[in-house]
Each structure stands twice: as structure tokens, then as C-alpha cells.
């Protein structure tokens, strides 16, 4: 179910209204959180799979690098 499709959402010319614009809820996680504990992380370690493939630590076959995106991950609430 949409949750912007509704009439009292609009304003006179249809369009949504303002406050339905900004952020999802008060309970999204932040940013600022996402950076720290999410995204730095996962480049420290592809930083540190690169080296080790570049010094012949590490067979380029067995290299397991992390997935694109940010699941599994520890939640901010």
C-alpha cells in the first residue's frame, strides 16, 4: 500500500504536500551512522583484501570480498 496516494496528502494542485516530502520517519537511520559503522568498515576491508592480493599474501581464487550492499549490517535503533 502506497503511503503518498492519498488525497489529504495533496495539496490544491495535486502535488504533494511539503511535509510528506522529507525524511522517512524519526526512526531512519542517520547518516552520519551509516558512514562510521557501515560503509568505512567494508572499505577497510576491501583496502586491506587489496593489498594482500597486490603482496602475494592471498591467492586472487580465494579472495572473498563483501557484497555491494549493506545487508547483513547491525541496525542504528
Keep these: 500500500?502506497?503511503?503518498k496516494n492519498k488525497a489529504k496528502d495533496r495539496d490544491h494542485n495535486g502535488r504533494i504536500r511539503r511535509c510528506?516530502?522529507?525524511p522517512?520517519?524519526?526512526m531512519s537511520?542517520?547518516?552520519?551512522?551509516?558512514n562510521?559503522?557501515?560503509?568505512?568498515?567494508?572499505?577497510r576491508l576491501n583496502k586491506?583484501?587489496?593489498l594482500q592480493l597486490q603482496r602475494g599474501r592471498i591467492d586472487p581464487?580465494?579472495?572473498v570480498f563483501p557484497t555491494g550492499?549493506?545487508?547483513?549490517?547491525?541496525?542504528?535503533?
Design 1 to 3: 500500500m502506497a503511503i
Design 20 to 22: 510528506y516530502t522529507g
Design 24 to 26: 522517512n520517519s524519526l
Design 29 to 34: 537511520t542517520p547518516g552520519w551512522w551509516i
Design 36 to 43: 562510521l559503522f557501515m560503509n568505512r568498515p567494508q572499505r
Design 48 to 50: 586491506r583484501l587489496c
Design 61 to 63: 581464487e580465494e579472495a
Design 69 to 77: 550492499n549493506r545487508r547483513p549490517h547491525v541496525y542504528y535503533w
